[in-house]
């Protein structure tokens, strides 16, 4: 019987008897397109081959191609976070080895989100019911990275003869790229013995400015404001001020023991990397960041006739960076720190699976969890002691307790169906000024803007989800799923008062947001076997109380905020508001892969996507701001067990549907890619090499002016130009 199982358990499903090349080999085929047709969540699945062939550093920059989901590309390389379905930050969790991958990436787009594809085994992107065992912050969707930093298995088959005996395997992974002068290395180590399981890896990345094909700001920087600003006749091809330097070292490991595991791990990411943009670029702005984090998990399953399984995940996390620039852009002496940010977050979830129950007319599986977490958030700035506009927020403290039940009713081998619910109380303790009026100057008028004053709310979340799968004729699966969450405000939705540099707005929060709701429905149809894989999916979700920046027209500076027209402005910085309004958001994602020609042991063939999203108010039909465009794309490949090559267009169209304050239309572009890979696996070779993988790939080979419409950037950062990636990896 099919269990309710977490993201980390998708299983993929694969053919169950091989095309006739394909048996002939004696190893699968390379990217087969991995279709879910067994989650009552629509899961996109990025296995470690397809990580590694991406011409990416950063977690939304490798999802920024697939259906349904873009990356933020604030900064590209450094910092560029996933955007699901048109949701982003508050609404879309990421999720590493069980538990948040914390930082402060969901704060501001200019942060780096903590988790590194070079060291990652597998990403898989869940949209749906499954999302309710992350919290309602992932109403939109959540972001699920796994890796072997914590071990629930020895590296290898220790000899029957001696199973005492231990073993040991190492992989090094590199990669060189030609638009940003990149290099990258990693090497990761497991070894075990007995019981001990033990895990380490280091990674290194730099890069200089990227290659851009034109000068990127629409608008010149004024010389006079911005004397260090590139100008046109200084662009020298490159995308200034957008060089990044990381680092990222763990170790972890485990105790087996009979029917589980338990583990803990350590990593520290240390992170300096600069803010692209004319006003960054002016002020020589960027960001030195470093995490600590520790995590654990394990797993027992005592064989009882009760429970089948319990599994349990915790982190600590303490993430600090600073944002490092000019007080004074025309003064190089100036330089230092202009904000601070800070979260010491600790998380913990144990979920106890009950073996299945015969029901006289269904088998049910349930399973049940529970998670509680704490966040403190501070972002003071040495700028402006004393204004009650210094630093973006006051302290502020969150926590939350939830419960949650799954329950899986396995009807027949072709039916079954799933209810779900979770329950969760958030406490949030913050202060903020008593008033903020639209416009001010505290120059002229110091008590314009009331005294600080604490605040704190508390909001008890219901959410549900009910879903059924049904298998279909010719290998099709057919999945409903209908949903209702709710999500509480974020601190920074209640609590900031003042500049947000990374999107150039001057944000005034609101304490007295309600609660969001949101009610979808999601239709899709799968088949993961035979020559053709695909999955079409419609949804269609209606928002209560959807959270948004309001941009005003306002224009803002750290003191003052004036209306259009007036004599001081425009000032630096656009006054939003976080507001509340009801919204309605529909799309359609499709993918697939045709095998259509077999050859050399494997196959030629094409593959295509498509997505949509539309989202407006419901109240004056208006757009919600910075959606992703329409994309159609598709290629042709070839692939086997050792060779993969593949040559692909993505289009996107012109995003012309813009909220009617504070956004300009973007224009279509093409991005060409190109790869080619080589996967060789060997047995008993004299050097201990068991795997080789060797691979380049070119990307925006049309060297297209290339504009992110959901980046806050987009006027002034173009993604990079025509670039090649050459990677290899070596396994012992």
Same mark, same amino acid.
């Given at each position: 019987?099919?269990?309710?199982?977490?993201?980390? $358990?998708?299983?993929?499903?694969?053919p169950a008897?091989?095309?006739?090349?394909?048996?002939?080999?004696?190893?699968?085929?390379?990217?087969?397109?991995?279709?879910?047709?067994?989650?009552?969540?629509?899961?996109?699945? &990025?296995?470690?081959?397809e990580?590694?062939r991406?011409?990416t550093?950063?977690?939304?920059?490798?999802?920024?191609?697939?259906?349904?989901?873009?990356?933020?590309?604030?900064?590209?390389?450094?910092?560029?976070?996933?955007?699901?379905?048109?949701?982003?930050?508050?609404?879309?969790?990421?999720?590493?080895?069980?538990v948040?991958?914390?930082?402060?990436?969901?704060?501001g787009?200019?942060?780096?989100?903590?988790?590194?594809?070079?060291?990652?085994?597998?990403?898989?992107?869940?949209?749906?019911?499954?999302?309710?065992?992350?919290?309602?912050?992932?109403?939109?969707?959540?972001?699920?990275?796994?890796d072997?930093?914590?071990?629930?298995?020895?590296?290898?088959?220790?000899?029957?003869?001696?199973?005492?005996?231990?073993?040991?395997?190492?992989?090094?992974?590199?990669?060189?790229?030609?638009?940003?002068?990149?290099?990258?290395?990693?090497?990761?180590?497991?070894?075990?013995?007995?019981?001990? &399981?033990?895990?380490?890896?280091?990674?290194?990345?730099?890069?200089?400015?990227?290659?851009v094909?034109?000068?990127?700001?629409?608008?010149?920087? %004024?010389?006079?404001?911005?004397?260090?600003?590139? $100008?046109?006749?200084?662009?020298?091809?490159?995308q200034?001020?957008s060089?990044?330097?990381?680092?990222?070292?763990?170790?972890?490991?485990? &105790?087996?023991?009979?029917?589980?595991?338990?583990?803990?791990?350590?990593?520290?990411?240390?992170?300096?990397?600069?803010?692209?943009?004319?006003?960054?670029?002016?002020?020589?702005?960027?960001?030195?960041?470093?995490?600590?984090?520790?995590?654990?998990?394990?797993?027992?399953?005592?064989?009882?006739?009760?429970? !089948?399984?319990?599994?349990?995940?915790?982190?600590?996390? %303490?993430?600090?960076?600073?944002?490092?620039?000019?007080?004074?852009?025309?003064?190089?002496?100036?330089?230092?720190?202009?904000?601070?940010?800070?979260?010491?977050?600790? !998380?913990?979830?144990?979920?106890?699976?009950?073996?299945?129950?015969?029901?006289?007319?269904?088998? +049910?599986?349930?399973?049940?969890?529970?998670?509680g977490?704490?966040?403190?958030?501070?972002?003071?700035?040495?700028?402006?002691?004393?204004?009650?506009?210094?630093?973006?927020?006051?302290?502020?403290?969150?926590?939350?307790?939830a419960?949650?039940?799954?329950?899986?009713?396995?009807?027949?081998?072709a039916?079954?169906?799933? @209810?779900?619910?979770?329950? !969760?109380?958030?406490?949030?303790?913050?202060?903020?000024?008593?008033?903020?009026?639209n416009?001010?100057d505290?120059?002229?008028?110091?008590?314009a803007?009331?005294p600080?004053?604490?605040?704190?709310?508390?909001?008890?979340?219901?959410?549900?989800?009910?879903?059924?799968?049904?298998? +279909?004729?010719?290998? +099709?699966?057919?999945s409903i799923?209908?949903?209702y969450?709710?999500?509480?405000?974020?601190?920074? !939705?209640?609590?900031?008062?003042g500049?947000?540099?990374?999107?150039?707005?001057f944000?005034?929060?609101?304490?007295?947001?309600?609660?969001?709701a949101?009610?979808?429905?999601?239709?899709g149809?799968?088949?993961?076997?035979g020559?053709?894989r695909?999955?079409l999916?419609?949804?269609?979700?209606?928002?209560?109380g959807?959270?948004?920046?309001?941009?005003?027209?306002?224009?803002?500076?750290?003191?003052?905020?004036?209306?259009?027209?007036?004599?001081?402005?425009?000032?630096?910085?656009?006054?939003?508001?976080?507001?509340?309004?009801?919204?309605?958001?529909?799309?359609?994602?499709?993918?697939?892969?045709?095998?259509?020609l077999?050859?050399?042991?494997?196959?030629?063939?094409?593959?295509?996507q498509?997505?949509?999203?539309?989202a407006?108010?419901?109240?004056?039909?208006?757009?919600?701001?910075? @959606?992703?465009?329409?994309?159609?794309?598709?290629?042709?490949?070839?692939?086997?067990?050792?060779w993969?090559?593949?040559?692909g267009?993505?289009?996107?169209?012109?995003?012309?549907?813009?909220?009617?304050?504070?956004?300009?239309?973007?224009?279509g572009?093409?991005?060409?890619?190109?790869?080619?890979?080589?996967?060789?696996?060997?047995?008993?070779?004299?050097?201990?090499i068991?795997?080789?993988?060797?691979?380049?790939?070119?990307?925006? +080979?049309?060297?297209?002016d290339i504009?992110?419409?959901?980046?806050?950037?987009? %006027?002034?950062?173009?993604?990079?130009?025509?670039?090649?990636?050459?990677?290899?990896?070596?396994?012992?």
């Amino acid at each position: 019987a099919a269990r309710p199982a977490g993201p980390a $358990q998708s299983r993929i499903a694969r053919p169950a008897a091989p095309p006739p090349a394909q048996a002939a080999a004696s190893l699968p085929l390379l990217a087969t397109l991995p279709i879910v047709t067994d989650q009552f969540a629509t899961v996109t699945v &990025v296995p470690r081959e397809e990580i590694e062939r991406s011409p990416t550093s950063t977690l939304g920059d490798l999802l920024f191609s697939t259906p349904g989901v873009t990356g933020s590309s604030f900064a590209p390389g450094a910092s560029s976070r996933p955007i699901i379905r048109g949701l982003d930050v508050n609404r879309v969790a990421i999720v590493a080895n069980g538990v948040g991958a914390n930082g402060a990436s969901d704060l501001g787009e200019d942060h780096f989100v903590p988790v590194n594809p070079l060291l990652t085994n597998q990403i898989e992107v869940i949209r749906g019911p499954a999302s309710l065992r992350y919290g309602s912050q992932s109403i939109g969707g959540v972001v699920v990275a796994t890796d072997n930093r914590i071990p629930d298995r020895l590296p290898c088959t220790p000899p029957a003869a001696d199973p005492a005996r231990g073993c040991v395997s190492a992989e090094v992974r590199g990669a060189l790229s030609s638009g940003d002068n990149g290099r990258e290395g990693g090497v990761l180590l497991d070894a075990g013995a007995g019981p001990i &399981v033990l895990h380490a890896d280091v990674f290194g990345r730099g890069t200089d400015n990227y290659r851009v094909p034109s000068y990127p700001y629409i608008v010149a920087p %004024d010389a006079a404001e911005l004397p260090f600003a590139t $100008q046109p006749f200084a662009f020298n091809g490159r995308q200034p001020n957008s060089w990044t330097r990381s680092n990222e070292a763990s170790v972890g490991g485990s &105790v087996l023991f009979p029917g589980g595991y338990n583990g803990v791990a350590y990593v520290r990411t240390d992170n300096v990397y600069a803010i692209p943009g004319s006003e960054p670029d002016g002020t020589r702005t960027r960001i030195k960041a470093r995490q600590d984090k520790v995590f654990g998990k394990g797993e027992f399953r005592p064989g009882g006739s009760t429970v !089948e399984a319990v599994r349990w995940w915790w982190g600590y996390t %303490d993430y600090r960076h600073n944002e490092v620039g000019l007080a004074d852009p025309t003064d190089l002496n100036t330089d230092g720190v202009r904000q601070t940010f800070t979260n010491k977050e600790t !998380e913990g979830r144990v979920e106890v699976q009950l073996q299945p129950i015969k029901l006289q007319f269904a088998e +049910l599986t349930t399973a049940v969890g529970l998670q509680g977490g704490q966040q403190r958030l501070t972002a003071p700035s040495p700028d402006n002691i004393g204004s009650p506009f210094n630093g973006l927020f006051d302290p502020n403290r969150n926590t939350k307790i939830a419960a949650y039940i799954f329950n899986e009713f396995q009807f027949s081998e072709a039916t079954k169906a799933q @209810i779900a619910g979770r329950l !969760e109380r958030v406490d949030l303790r913050g202060a903020t000024p008593a008033v903020v009026p639209n416009l001010f100057d505290l120059a002229v008028d110091p008590t314009a803007v009331g005294p600080s004053m604490s605040r704190n709310r508390t909001f008890t979340l219901k959410s549900a989800s009910i879903g059924l799968i049904q298998q +279909l004729p010719l290998d +099709l699966v057919g999945s409903i799923t209908a949903q209702y969450v709710e999500r509480a405000p974020k601190p920074a !939705e209640l609590f900031s008062r003042g500049a947000h540099d990374a999107t150039g707005t001057f944000d005034i929060g609101n304490p007295d947001l309600k609660t969001e709701a949101a009610k979808s429905i999601e239709v899709g149809v799968r088949r993961a076997q035979g020559p053709l894989r695909f999955e079409l999916t419609g949804y269609y979700t209606k928002f209560d109380g959807f959270i948004y920046r309001r941009l005003t027209g306002n224009t803002c500076e750290d003191v003052a905020c004036v209306a259009p027209g007036d004599p001081a402005g425009p000032l630096e910085l656009k006054q939003a508001i976080y507001s509340q309004k009801n919204a309605t958001f529909r799309g359609a994602e499709f993918k697939f892969q045709l095998d259509a020609l077999p050859m050399w042991g494997g196959f030629w063939g094409v593959d295509g996507q498509y997505d949509i999203v539309r989202a407006t108010f419901d109240s004056d039909g208006t757009n919600v701001p910075r @959606i992703p465009p329409q994309r159609l794309g598709g290629g042709v490949y070839f692939r086997n067990a050792e060779w993969f090559a593949r040559v692909g267009l993505l289009h996107a169209f012109p995003q012309n549907d813009i909220a009617p304050i504070g956004e300009t239309p973007t224009a279509g572009y093409n991005l060409l890619k190109a790869e080619l890979s080589y996967t060789r696996e060997f047995k008993d070779h004299p050097s201990g090499i068991k795997k080789v993988t060797v691979g380049v790939v070119g990307n925006n +080979l049309l060297n297209e002016d290339i504009r992110n419409s959901v980046s806050y950037t987009k %006027d002034v950062v173009l993604l990079p130009g025509r670039s090649v990636r050459a990677f290899a990896s070596v396994k012992y």
